[in-house]
Nanobody, 114 residues
Framework: QVQLVESGGGLVQPGGSLRLSCAASGFTFSSSAMSWYRQAPGKERELVASITSAGGVRNYADPVKGRFTISRDNGKNTVYLQMNSLKPEDTAVYYC???????WGQGTQVTVSS
């Protein structure tokens, strides 16, 4: 069955960095575009970044452009989100998702606070 397991979240000060990981199984990862979403308290889940199956095309939401980088390792069935220059408004639960399918992992909490 499809599994998406996010990890790497935590508490970080403004301006800090975190690297999120999402380990995928149960489908052909190397043929799948992947994405990261986030959901802040009281807000709708929003798309943060996406990456094509071979990693050649990456797209970002405007609020994170220039600060976040999505990448993948098809040999490890893992997609990453490197988050730099974090701001309090980045606080949310972060989820990875296979593009075009409605499978969600449990998410990982990111809290940016001093």
């Amino acid at each position: 069955q499809v599994q998406l397991v996010e990890s790497g979240g935590g508490l970080v000060q403004p301006g800090g960095s975190l690297r999120l990981s999402c380990a995928a199984s149960g489908f052909t990862f190397s043929s799948s575009a992947m994405s990261w979403y986030r959901q802040a308290p009281g807000k709708e889940r929003e798309l943060v970044a996406s990456i094509t199956s071979a990693g050649g095309v990456r797209n970002y939401a405007d609020p994170v452009k220039g600060r976040f980088t999505i990448s993948r390792d098809n040999g490890k069935n893992t997609v990453y989100l490197q988050m730099n220059s974090l701001k309090p408004e980045d606080t949310a639960v972060y989820y990875c998702k296979r593009v075009g399918y409605v499978y969600w992992g449990q998410g990982t909490q990111v809290t940016v606070s001093s």
